[in-house]
């Protein structure tokens, strides 16, 4: 049995929840605390789950047995609350991105280093099975080698400007959207260094509506395999669009070519007193268990899944050293820090920056 405590109980803090109460099931995981900042979602999501709740994560750390935290904060926040979890000899789960300063991710790198601990980054598009398929073509060479390629990810201004209300000022597409289609690329293609950073970003609409940050980010990517990538990323596409999410990826090599449209699988429709929609089931569906009771699936469930998994095979006798390789690491989470931090570097600048080790 191990016992998992979630820091953040917001929007995603609750799927982190949710997926983990459902893993209960199974009888070798327990969802065993939440600590989250804010009062009214300390008891809702006491309530909700019927788990021990505190304010502190650090009263969390000392009261509770646990085996793994994953962290579910702001970005801008990840860096202290891992931390003060690995320094625990606490494996742990960070959200993207691993932190905002590359610096941060060297730190937390090292600490779980010298504790011996597990560090994973939730980067759930290497879940997709449609990606899994992408990669698994080029690790084959059916691609032959890749030259170049462009990757897009773009919200609704909803996202940004009320979801995310409270801290999108201290974040940016970047940082919210690119970093998913940095390292879902970079995974893709095996795991290349990336060398040079050309961006240019817009602030526009979100700065007009009294919110100080990117409307959107493009940038060209340069990896040491020689691939030039762009990416674009925004967060003010309109509420009436028909999906929350706009993304994809497309790569073209010297023996093939591969393109996934990750967000329409061949779903739209227009229901009741409701728009045109598309739905990305591919990320989460409803199923109905044995018992007639819903429960979500897909592979934003099972890259926070993929945590549990990892703690008990751990548990079990594995080691780091196994699974080295087999889940998305703080140390491949720097690599997608680096990009995000050459980017704004490079707007602020007006010149392409270049990677170092």
């Known amino acids: ?15 982190h929840l949710t997926v983990f109460k459902d893993l209960e099931e199974s009888g070798e995981v327990r969802l065993a605390a939440l600590a989250e900042v804010k009062d009214d979602l300390r008891e809702k999501r006491r ?6 709740v505190y304010a502190d994560h650090r009263e969390m750390l000392d009261k509770e047995q646990l085996d793994g935290i994953t962290v579910a904060t702001p970005d801008h926040l990840h860096h202290n609350v891992a931390m003060d979890i690995l320094d625990r000899g606490v494996h742990c789960m960070v959200e993207k991105p691993l932190d905002v300063t590359v610096q941060g991710c060297k730190r937390l790198i090292a600490k779980a280093d010298e504790k011996g601990v597990l560090l994973e980054v939730d980067f759930h598009k290497r879940f997709d099975p449609y990606h899994i398929e992408m990669r698994e073509c080029l690790l084959e060479g059916k691609f032959g080698e890749i030259e170049y390629g462009y990757a897009w990810m773009e919200d609704q201004l909803w996202v940004a400007a009320d979801m995310l209300k409270s801290w ?11 970093v998913h289609m940095y390292d879902l690329v970079r ?6 260094a990336p060398v040079k950073v050309f ?3 817009c602030k526009k609409k979100l700065l007009s509506m009294g919110i100080d940050t990117y409307d959107s980010i493009q940038a060209q990517v340069q990896f040491s395999n020689g691939a030039s990538i762009a990416f674009h990323n925004c967060w003010i596409l309109p ?16 023996e093939g070519i591969l393109e996934c449209d990750s967000q329409y699988r061949g779903a739209r429709g227009c229901l009741k007193n409701d728009r045109t929609k598309t739905w990305n089931l591919g ?4 199923a109905r268990d044995k018992h007639n009771r819903f429960r979500f699936r897909g ?19 594995g080691t780091l050293a196994e699974l080295e390789g087999l889940y998305p690491s703080g140390k491949e989470a720097l690599a997608i820090t680096q990009i995000a931090c050459a980017a704004h570097e490079s707007i602020q600048t007006g010149n392409p920056v270049e990677i170092g080790a």
Do not use: C
């Open 168 to 178: 999108s000022k201290d974040s940016s597409p970047a940082w919210f959207l690119g």
């Open 187 to 192: 995974w893709i293609m095996n795991n290349p």
């Open 199 to 201: 961006a240019t970003g």
């Open 299 to 317: 592979y934003f469930q099972s890259s926070i899944a993929d945590f549990a998994e990892n703690l008990l095979f751990l548990q079990r006798g």
């Open 283 to 286: 990320i989460k569906y409803r």
């Open 239 to 254: 509420d009436q669009y028909e999906a929350v999410v706009h993304q994809g990826v497309k790569l073209v090599g010297t």
């Open 47 to 52: 309530a909700q789950f019927s788990i021990p």
């Open 1 to 15: 049995m191990i016992r998992i405590g979630v820091v953040g109980g917001g929007t995603y803090g609750e799927s």
